[in-house]
């Protein structure tokens, strides 16, 4: 499928689109390069954004709605070390580990985040606890990770967060660093994960989740867990999941602005959504968004390199990417 300079693909029209259940997830904008990007590890990744999308397609494809739907895609991402979430988060310039993630329904537009989290083992099912379970929105450090404890949440010691790969990538920062020399890497820079669906009934939904950037200070929070930024679900517009340099999502409110520019300049889903990816890419804010409309559109512009994502609909073909190239396609349920 062709892409524009935006990273927007040639979605079906929205005349094409069906207007059942969807489901698109990103794996983070901020790929490997191509040099660095084998046969093998390509294939791992499309593997592992097929089980993202497998987890929440089961909800969708049995009736479910689609804040359980985003919640099981996202903790897919969380379990996998090779996206940037959970097990596989980044470290930070003092070698610790901090999470944060945020789900938000389009219903009411109830929300719930958590921030600079170490321990539970799918931080997405604690920003889903404090929505459904606590009076606020947002809960953070030593309070949240209390929160979590009381709520039962499954933990995991540090070890199994630990991955060689994101180790070095910290040390290797840290080195450029010390040289004077700018981390261009954006696999480094930033990644995230994220699920965003429209259910049979019509309901919407988001969800992110991150490790952060490698070597960012300590107590840095990005935009996946502020609503607005980098998490947004209303019925009446859309529902957008981030990833990228999240200073400039937050700055720019991009996951509302995408939802503005729907309800008050009357844009389509892809028009709004490549529209403010491209104007974060003028002004420094690499990365891109996975989003979904209210009749069931899709839109996934990037303005970056690449960025790990994929959809299904309920027709039950599976379509990945990584880079501009077509997507790959499988019927869902296939090996």
């Known amino acids: 499928m ?7 693909t040639d979605l079906p029209s929205a005349a094409q689109q069906q207007r059942g259940y969807a489901l698109a997830v990103h794996g983070g904008a901020g790929t490997l390069r191509r040099g660095d990007m084998t046969d093998e590890r390509e294939a791992l990744y499309h593997a592992g954004l097929r089980r993202a999308l497998a987890a929440g397609q089961m909800v969708l494809a049995d009736g ?3 804040l359980d739907a985003v919640t099981a895609a996202v903790c897919a991402f969380e379990d996998d070390p ?3 979430a959970g097990r596989g988060a980044v470290f930070t310039r003092s070698g610790t580990q901090e999470m944060d993630a945020a789900v938000m329904e389009g219903h009411g537009r109830r929300a719930g985040a958590v921030a600079g989290i170490f321990g539970p083992r799918n931080p997405i099912l604690a920003a889903r606890a404090v929505m459904e379970t606590s009076p606020h929105v ?3 450090g030593e309070g949240a990770m209390a929160f979590c404890r009381a709520a039962g949440l499954a933990l995991a010691k540090p070890e199994y967060f630990f991955t060689e790969a994101r180790w070095q990538a910290l040390q290797q920062t840290l080195a450029q660093e010390a040289a004077g020399q700018a981390d261009t890497d954006e696999a480094r820079r930033h990644g ?4 965003v669906a429209r259910d049979g009934a019509g309901n919407l939904a988001a969800a992110t989740s991150t490790g952060g950037m490698t070597g960012k200070f300590p107590g840095r929070v990005g935009d996946s867990p502020a609503i607005g930024a980098g998490t947004y679900a209303d019925n009446a517009t859309c529902a957008v999941s ?5 200073e400039f999502f937050i700055r720019y409110a991009a996951a509302h602005e995408i939802a503005a520019r729907i309800a008050h300049a009357g844009l389509s889903l892809s028009e709004a959504a490549a529209a403010v990816v491209a104007e974060l890419g003028r002004v420094g804010g690499s990365g891109g ?3 979904v409309g209210h009749n069931g559109d899709v839109a996934l512009p990037f303005n970056c390199s690449g960025m790990y994502r994929g959809f299904v609909k309920d027709d039950g073909i599976v379509y990945t990417a990584i880079y501009d190239e077509p997507y790959q396609t499988q019927k869902a349920g296939t090996p």
């Open 289 to 291: 968004v996975a989003a």
């Open 64 to 66: 479910g709605g689609a």
């Open 82 to 84: 090779l996206f940037n």
């Open 192 to 195: 995230t994960v994220g699920a």
């Open 242 to 246: 981030a990833t990228g340099h999240g």
């Open 2 to 8: 062709p892409r524009d300079e935006t990273g927007q």
């Open 138 to 140: 947002l809960l953070a």
